[in-house]
Nanobody, 119 residues
Framework: QVQLVESGGELVQAGGSLRLSCAAS????????MGWFRQAPGTEREFVTS????????YYANSVKGRFTISRDIAKNTVYLQMNSLKPEDSAVYYC????????????WGQGTQVTVSS
């Protein structure tokens, strides 16, 4: 079982930056890919970005490419999502996830953290 705890969500103005963190714990958690998904009200949860277990491979949705950066601290078993040039359409609950599929790690989920971007 893998436990994921997100933090860092808050209200920010458009054009601003925010960094989310996700601390993983539990058996085999360090060997899993990790990623971020988001869900806005009335929409389905969508993939944002993911990173493989070593941090050597990263994947991004087209909507965030060039603005968001995922990184991983192996020693801390923590994944970060640096979000720059935020837009109101980035507002959503952001979920950390983990799993064996490095392009879509959706086996384990965190509780989510709210990001709101004001215009």
């Amino acid at each position: 079982q893998v436990q994921l705890v997100e933090s860092g969500g808050e209200l920010v103005q458009a054009g601003g930056s925010l960094r989310l963190s996700c601390a993983a714990s539990g058996r085999s958690s360090s060997s899993y890919a990790m990623g971020w998904f988001r869900q806005a009200p009335g929409t389905e949860r969508e993939f944002v970005t993911s990173i493989n277990w070593s941090g050597s491979n990263t994947y991004y949705a087209n909507s965030v490419k060039g603005r968001f950066t995922i990184s991983r601290d192996i020693a801390k078993n923590t994944v970060y999502l640096q979000m720059n040039s935020l837009k109101p359409e980035d507002s959503a609950v952001y979920y950390c996830a983990a799993g064996p599929n490095e392009r879509y790690p959706n086996d384990y989920w965190g509780q989510g953290t709210q990001v709101t971007v004001s215009s």
